[in-house]
């Protein structure tokens, strides 16, 4: 079984602070993961993906994320947020079956 | 690389009616497909595997009856909601996996999704 669990449903930062969207999962297998972004009424862009290698991910628009097997984590971060990064980010485990299992999602708000 | 269209991109139906949404990977193969439904504001939830050639695997929950899977090609799969009600009204995104690509970490690639609104 496997289960991800995103711990804020909504977060707002300041253009140009620091974005950190956190993630938990469960996985009974050593599991792949992935952060996926949905803008409105559009379709899902993968960002970044854990596969076992480096734990620490680096994504497109300067999205990281560092994989935490003590900690079940993998947190999703950017040093400098920007308007266009005001979206809906799943995290999403996968493991042997292929299925994806989403999170519930956490929509970031930037602040002018 | 790795594109996944869907067609149409939004539609309005009658209720009664039936709707047919396609979901195609333009530059690659997939034996496998994925149909996701997306309540607004919520996440996604999977509601069948679709294989090429051979029936689609439902999750629990979902009416196969209703949702009706063909997968008759490595890069089309057709998702047909059958007596479309109000209910049903939805946002249906496909993905599929690149048969050629690495299979050690299941990436899948999404649509854009479809809107159904059902009148």
């Known amino acids: 079984a496997q289960s991800v669990t995103q711990l804020d449903s909504h977060v707002s930062v300041s253009e140009g602070t620091p974005v950190l969207l956190r993630c938990n999962y469960s996985s009974s297998y050593s599991p792949s993961l992935f952060w996926y972004v949905q803008h409105p009424n559009k379709g899902l862009q993968l960002l970044l993906k854990y596969t076992s290698a480096a734990t620490l991910v680096k994504g497109i628009n300067g999205f990281e994320a560092e994989f935490k097997k003590s900690e079940t984590s993998f947190h999703l971060t950017k040093p400098s947020a920007h308007m266009s990064d005001a979206a809906e980010y799943f995290c999403v485990v996968s493991s042997l079956n292929e299925k994806l299992t989403f999170g519930t999602g956490t929509r970031l708000t930037i602040i002018p | 690389g790795a594109v996944v269209s869907q067609h149409p991109s939004w539609v309005i139906c009658k209720s009664g009616t039936s709707v047919k949404i396609e979901c195609r990977s333009l530059?690659?193969?997939?034996?496998?497909m994925f149909w996701y439904r997306q309540f607004p504001k919520q996440s996604l939830m999977l509601m069948a595997t679709?294989?090429?050639?051979?029936?689609?695997?439902?999750e629990q929950g979902v009416e196969k009856d209703k949702f009706l899977i063909n997968h008759a090609s490595l890069t089309l799969s057709t998702l047909t909601v059958t007596s479309a009600h109000p209910e049903d009204s939805s946002f249906y995104i496909c993905?599929?996996?690149?048969?050629?690509?690495?299979?050690?970490?299941?990436?899948?690639?999404f649509g854009p999704g479809t809107r159904l609104t059902v009148l």
């Open positions: 530059d690659f193969q997939a034996t496998t």
């Open positions: 993905s599929a996996r690149d048969l050629a690509g690495p299979s050690s970490y299941n990436e899948q690639f």
């Open positions: 679709s294989n090429e050639g051979s029936k689609a695997t439902y």
